[in-house]
């Protein structure tokens, strides 16, 4: 069924110049980029956006590289697209992460795991709103 999800390309990617090839990874499994803008994002927006991970150990480690530098927020639609994002993102943890997934071959020491994927519908719905609250997108559908 066709759906939309969101995949942020984390600092240390763009950071690395690895736009295109994790962009070709998606548009090779089908999927079409309807969203996309750069950005840069404060330490209060990251925890807003991470809020089910607050009082974890990482949570300060992951809100400061978060807000360490640009990042590149992008929008994909397509068939199954939140199942098909999370495997080719591979496990959270690059150091287990299958070597052919996005982590598995770009991610840093944790928490620099190169990408976020959203991790259902319910998910995408939320985190696209945060980043695109009065986008249209290509294919012509609001996300609010
Ligand atoms: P992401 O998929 O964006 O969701 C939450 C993020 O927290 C995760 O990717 C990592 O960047 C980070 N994270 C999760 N677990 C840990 C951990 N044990 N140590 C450091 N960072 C983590």
Redesign the pocket.
Same mark, same amino acid.
């Given at each position: 069924m066709a759906e939309k999800t969101l995949v942020?390309y984390?600092p240390d990617a763009v950071r690395r110049n690895i736009i295109g090839e994790i962009t070709t990874l998606f548009q090779d499994r089908g999927l079409k980029m309807v969203g996309a803008k750069l950005g840069w994002y404060s330490r209060e927006f990251w925890e807003e956006f991470?809020a089910e /991970?607050k009082g974890?150990d990482?949570f300060e480690?992951?809100v400061n590289?978060m807000s360490s530098g640009p990042i590149f927020i992008t929008v994909w639609s397509g068939d199954d697209a939140v199942r098909v994002g999370r495997q080719l993102?591979g496990a959270?943890?690059p150091l287990q992460a299958d070597p052919g997934s996005i982590r598995g071959r770009y991610g840093l020491p944790?928490?620099?795991?190169t990408v /976020?994927?959203s991790d259902s519908l319910e998910s995408a719905e939320r985190e696209i709103s945060l980043f695109f609250k009065t986008t249209k997108f290509l294919n012509g559908n609001k996300t609010s």
């Amino acid at each position: 069924m066709a759906e939309k999800t969101l995949v942020i390309y984390k600092p240390d990617a763009v950071r690395r110049n690895i736009i295109g090839e994790i962009t070709t990874l998606f548009q090779d499994r089908g999927l079409k980029m309807v969203g996309a803008k750069l950005g840069w994002y404060s330490r209060e927006f990251w925890e807003e956006f991470y809020a089910e /991970h607050k009082g974890k150990d990482f949570f300060e480690r992951l809100v400061n590289y978060m807000s360490s530098g640009p990042i590149f927020i992008t929008v994909w639609s397509g068939d199954d697209a939140v199942r098909v994002g999370r495997q080719l993102a591979g496990a959270t943890d690059p150091l287990q992460a299958d070597p052919g997934s996005i982590r598995g071959r770009y991610g840093l020491p944790m928490p620099m795991n190169t990408v /976020h994927c959203s991790d259902s519908l319910e998910s995408a719905e939320r985190e696209i709103s945060l980043f695109f609250k009065t986008t249209k997108f290509l294919n012509g559908n609001k996300t609010s």
